[in-house]
């Protein structure tokens, strides 16, 4: 009966723990997206991101946040709205930053060290590298999952249950339903989405 005991305490504690962790994310994620407007239920940050809200940051219910191991940067530019659907989860180390529009829809699973940014901050012609050009809007639309050091263009709109190979550069619009990868990024299958 001792061994019972003191396995039933080690699952009450690793219990407790975790339920102290949770309640420190959610602490974190009110601290942090203090100038968003929060969906409320359940967002989650781990670690320390680099938040910035100069525009609209909209965060939806449940979305998870991790900036452990590398710096997690979220950017709300001037003019600017970023949208994080609905239990969507980014993981270290990306960087997206919004100028105009950045979407990312609901259950979307953003890999390590992603890039998105909606505009290039510098046009290429030499004589006009110091002017900014438009921006154009990035959109993911549901269950979107980006691998790991994805970088997403400007102009660029992801369809619902794709995805994106890790270190894949995504240059035009993916479809809905397949896996795309490369540098640019093509549709190398269609996937079943059990609809």
Partial sequence: MV?????????ETMKLRQ??????????A??????????GKRVRV????SVRNDGRMRIADRVRVVSTIAT????????????????AFINYGCSIAAAELIRI?????????????DNDFHRLEPHRRHEKPESRPIILEENVWLGGRVIVLNGVTIGKDSVIGAG??????????????????KV???????D
Avoid at 3 to 11: A, Y
Avoid at 72 to 87: K, R
Avoid at 168 to 185: F, Q, R, Y
């Fill in 3 to 11: 061994n019972g005991e003191v396995e039933t305490k080690g699952h």
């Fill in 168 to 185: 894949s550069v995504v240059t035009k619009d993916i479809p809905p339903g397949v896996v795309a990868a490369g540098v640019p990024a």
């Fill in 72 to 87: 997690t940067e979220l950017v709300a530019g001037e003019n600017g709205t970023l949208e994080i659907g609905e239990s």
């Fill in 188 to 194: 190398i299958r269609r996937l079943e989405t059990g």
């Fill in 19 to 28: 339920l102290w962790q949770d309640g420190w994310a959610v602490l974190r």
């Fill in 46 to 49: 781990w670690g320390r991101p």
């Fill in 30 to 39: 009110r601290w942090y997206f203090r100038r968003a407007t929060l969906g």
């Fill in 105 to 117: 829809g609901p259950r979307c699973n953003i890999g390590t060290h992603v890039i998105m940014m």
